[in-house]
Nanobody
């Protein structure tokens, strides 16, 4: 059973930093892209950043220069370093991965984590 488990969320003051982690496990054969999304109540989930297996990254415009996505392929883990946090960054952050698992070895499928809350407030 594939699982994506996020950690590292919490509360921080404006201007502060947090690092989120997301580890994928459970019969994984290969992972292509991994990403972070966020969602606030009443709004659609939005892209934060994506990283391909080769390390190519893509960011939402509002996160460029403040957030850094990285991954450790040996650990099937993706990270999101968030600096200079603003109140509008408060949201539930979700990771996802496009991966091939033993249970469905014939195709890549997208899996999601359960989400971790980030609150930026003074």
């Amino acid at each position: 059973q594939v699982q994506l488990v996020e950690s590292g969320g919490g509360s921080v003051q404006p201007g502060g930093s947090l690092t989120l982690s997301c580890a994928a496990s459970g019969g994984i054969l290969s992972i292509s892209a991994m990403g972070w999304y966020r969602q606030v109540p009443g709004k659609e989930r939005e892209l934060v950043a994506i990283i391909e297996s080769g390390g190519i990254t893509n960011y939402a415009d509002s996160m460029k220069g403040r957030f850094t996505i990285s991954r450790d392929n040996s650990k099937n883990t993706v990270y999101l370093q968030m600096n200079n946090l603003k109140s509008e960054d408060s949201a539930v952050y979700y990771c996802n991965a496009n991966l091939r698992a033993i249970s469905r070895a014939y195709q890549y499928s997208v899996y999601w984590g359960q989400g971790t809350q980030v609150t930026v407030s003074s």
